[in-house]
């Protein structure tokens, strides 16, 4: 198992920029792939974005293309999610979690997830 703990969310406006990050402890994180997810008030858990262990390919949910970019870096241990032009549609809890494949955008396939952080976009 890895642990997760994700930090960085908060209120911003509508346009704003908000940079997620999502530490592991544990195991290896290199062995990972790793994803976010996110679940809006009353709405299903979604895929956000993954990216493999190596870092090198990632994939991307269309709601968020273009706007959100998941990186790794493994020498702190840390996945980051950067998401700029923020919309209201954003709003959610987003969860970080840790898989064997990038490829899968569905959350049973990912093992460990962290507890969420709060993300607020204002119109």
């Known amino acids: 198992q890895v642990q997760l703990v994700e930090s960085g969310g908060g209120l911003v406006l509508a346009g704003g920029s908000l940079r997620l990050s999502c530490v592991a402890s544990g195991r290896t994180f290199r062995m990972f792939a790793m994803a976010w997810f996110r679940q809006g008030l009353g709405k299903e858990r979604e895929f956000v974005a993954s990216?493999?262990?190596?870092?090198?390919?990632?994939i991307t949910a269309d709601s968020v293309k273009g706007r959100f970019t998941l990186s790794r870096d493994s020498a702190k241990n840390t996945a980051y999610l950067q998401m700029n032009d923020l919309k209201s549609e954003d709003t959610a809890v987003y969860y970080c979690?840790?898989?064997?494949?990038?490829?899968?955008?569905?959350?049973?396939?990912?093992?460990?997830w962290g507890q969420g952080t709060q993300v607020t976009v204002s119109s």
């Open positions: 990216i493999s262990r190596s870092g090198a390919s990632t």
């Open positions: 979690a840790a898989g064997q494949s990038f490829a899968n955008t569905d959350a049973p396939s990912y093992s460990d």
